[in-house]
């Protein structure tokens, strides 16, 4: 990058999982996944971008890092799988993180989840932003980070990238406890329609802003009280 050009943006795939059995007496909300034409569909769809993506970034590993659904665990797997079949030596390597759970109702609803609050809900998600935001520019240079996980949990982590660029950029002004209810506002506004989509690119850019993440750490003191 020659000097006094802006930095790229750092952008990353979110990944939601494959099509589960929609069996809720043998397996609860937590199937494993359906052997589907669509699922192979979706597979091939989300390998291929996932390829593209690390020969155009050069990146010599991979971590997919899953919520502990066996859903999302599958889904994980299933795609290092094909990926190492397709380039080789690529080291793959896998991650559980139970902050980045569904919430297994499938919308994003107030006050309720599944028997988890909105505020909980918002506590694990904040938690793992705080903590991914710790680790990603050391695993930035050479590893490719792909998040699976579910459509509750992308419009979350969605709703505080367009919050952090507005802080960034200075458009907008908060006080503490007011970030609940920014992103149930910027949830309401977006277009984005995740349930069909395989996967979606999410620019983390701002995520690691360090403004944000102070916010973030005491919003979740907040919410925890």
Sequence with gaps: MKEGQPKPNK????VGHLEDVD???SYGRDGPLEKSEKNREDLNKI???II???????????ILVASNK???QETAHLVGEEIKK???EIKVRYAAEENLNSNDQGE?????ASGETYAEALIRIFSSVVEMSQKVDKL???VEVILVSHGFNFHILRGLTVLAEQIKNGSIDMNEGEIAGKIWEIYKQDTTDFKPLAYVPLDITNLGDEQLISMLSREIERLKK
């Design 47 to 49: 390998v291929d971008a």
């Design 108 to 112: 994003f609803n107030l006050p309720k």
């Design 23 to 25: 069996d809720l007496k």
């Design 140 to 142: 930035d240079s050479s």
């Design 11 to 14: 952008e990353i795939l979110f």
């Design 70 to 72: 066996i859903r999302a």
């Design 86 to 88: 397709r380039l080789g």
């Design 52 to 62: 593209t993506k690390i020969k155009e970034s050069s990146k010599e590993a991979l």
